[in-house]
C-alpha cells in the first residue's frame, strides 16, 4: 500500500471501529517511539464518526467525524510530517515541543461533518443548528474556547485528515484542559469522554473510551 493510500484505509477501519465498538486509549502524557508509518494507525485509534438519521422525515440530519488531537496523536503526526517535509533533527524536536505543550493547555479536535442544510452546519456561524460540547463520564460538560473554520484544507489537511471531502465542512475546535475550579475537563482516571453535537434535530455522541489503568509516566524527556 502506498503511503498516499494508507490514510484512507485508517479512515476506514476508524468507521469500522465506530461501528464495532473502540478500544481504550490512554491520555497521560509519556514519551513514545513512533515511525513515520505508524501515523495511520494512530489515526485510527483517536478518529471516531458518527451520524443522525430522522426516521420521521427519512432523511439525513448530520455526519460526523473527529479525530482527538490527544498527546499521543501530536507525537504521531509531528513524526509523519517531519519525515514527509524533510524536517532536521532539531525542526521536528522543536514542533514537537510547542506541540505537546500546547496538549497541556488545550484539548483539540479536527472535525468534518455534513448536514441537510450548509450553512445550519457552519459552527461558526450564529445560526448554527448544532452546539458543541465535551462531556466526561460524570455528564460535567465544557463549550469551546475556540472553533475555527477551514474553508480550504491544505495538502497536509487533507492527506493526514483523509475525512475531508468537498461535500464536508472542516473545523478545528479547542477546549480548555481545566475546569475554571482546576479540576481537569478529562481526567487520566475517567471512563470516558464524549464529543457532542447537539440541538434541536438530533444528536451525535463521538466517544473515546479510557484506559484508566495505563501506569503514570514518568517525568518527559524530548530529545
Do not use: K
Not at 498516499?4 to 469500522?16: D, E, G, Q, R, V
Not at 494507525?41 to 458518527?50: K, L, M, S, V
Not at 507525537?75 to 525542526?91: H, K
Not at 478529562?186 to 495505563?214: C, K, M, N, Q, Y
Amino acid at each position: 500500500m502506498t503511503r498516499s493510500a494508507a490514510p484512507i484505509a485508517a479512515l476506514l477501519a476508524a468507521l469500522t471501529l465506530a461501528a464495532c465498538g473502540t478500544t481504550a486509549v490512554s491520555i497521560r502524557p509519556a514519551a513514545r517511539s513512533f515511525t513515520p508509518d505508524d501515523y495511520d494507525d494512530i489515526y485510527g485509534r483517536w478518529t471516531r464518526a458518527e451520524d443522525e438519521f430522522a426516521f420521521g422525515r427519512l432523511e439525513d440530519i448530520l455526519h460526523v467525524t473527529a479525530t482527538f488531537e490527544s498527546w499521543e496523536f501530536r507525537w504521531a503526526y509531528v513524526i509523519r510530517y517531519a519525515a514527509d517535509y524533510a524536517l532536521q533533527t532539531e525542526e521536528r524536536t522543536r514542533l514537537l515541543r510547542s506541540s505537546l505543550a500546547d496538549a497541556q493547555e488545550r484539548h483539540r479536535f479536527f472535525v468534518t461533518m455534513i448536514g441537510n442544510r450548509y450553512r445550519e452546519s457552519d459552527l461558526t456561524d450564529e445560526r448554527s443548528a448544532w452546539r458543541v460540547l465535551l462531556v466526561d463520564a460524570s455528564g460535567r460538560q465544557v463549550r469551546p474556547i475556540e472553533v475555527t473554520h477551514l474553508r480550504r484544507p491544505g495538502a497536509a489537511e487533507r492527506v493526514y485528515f483523509p475525512s475531508i471531502s468537498v461535500h464536508r465542512q472542516t473545523f478545528r475546535i479547542a477546549f480548555p484542559t481545566q475546569h475554571p475550579d482546576g479540576t481537569p475537563v478529562i481526567s487520566p482516571d475517567d471512563s470516558h469522554v464524549v464529543l457532542r453535537f447537539t440541538g434541536a434535530e438530533g444528536r451525535v455522541d463521538l466517544r473515546w473510551d479510557i484506559d484508566a489503568s495505563a501506569p503514570a509516566a514518568p517525568p518527559l524527556v524530548i530529545e
